[in-house]
């Protein structure tokens, strides 16, 4: 059993700044990738960034420049800084991750959510 937690979520204005962590915890065998997806009201939910056990990131390109995605592989821990946010980042964000639990059984986990909310 694995299990994604995570925290940093809250209420910012415009053009400032959130950092969110999840951290998994479990039967963890090794952990393959990380990463956050958004979802917005009426909106389905969409990749924002990714970090795979290399440290090699991939993101949206609504996000390139303002956030940053890091991982502590030490603390099972994804990280995401958020700068320079906008109304439009407004949304409840879910961490990801694909992880094996034994040397031949991977699969897909992800948190419960953590609502981000911007004031302009």
């Known amino acids: 059993q694995v299990q994604l937690v995570e925290s940093g979520g809250g209420l910012v204005q415009a053009g400032g700044s959130l950092r969110l962590s999840c951290a998994a915890s479990?039967?963890?065998?090794?952990?393959?990738?990380m990463g956050w997806y958004r979802q917005a009201p009426g909106k389905q939910r969409e990749l924002v960034a990714t970090?795979?056990?290399?440290?090699?990131?991939n993101y949206a390109d609504s996000v390139k420049g303002r956030f940053t995605i890091s991982r502590d592989n030490a603390k099972n821990t994804v990280y995401l800084q958020m700068n320079s946010l906008k109304p439009e980042d407004t949304a409840v964000y879910y961490c990801n991750a694909y992880i094996y639990t034994d040397y031949n059984t991977w699969d897909e986990y992800w948190g419960q959510g953590t609502q981000v909310t911007l004031s302009s």
């Open positions: 970090v795979n056990s290399g440290h090699s990131t």
């Open positions: 479990g039967t963890i065998f090794r952990i393959i990738s």
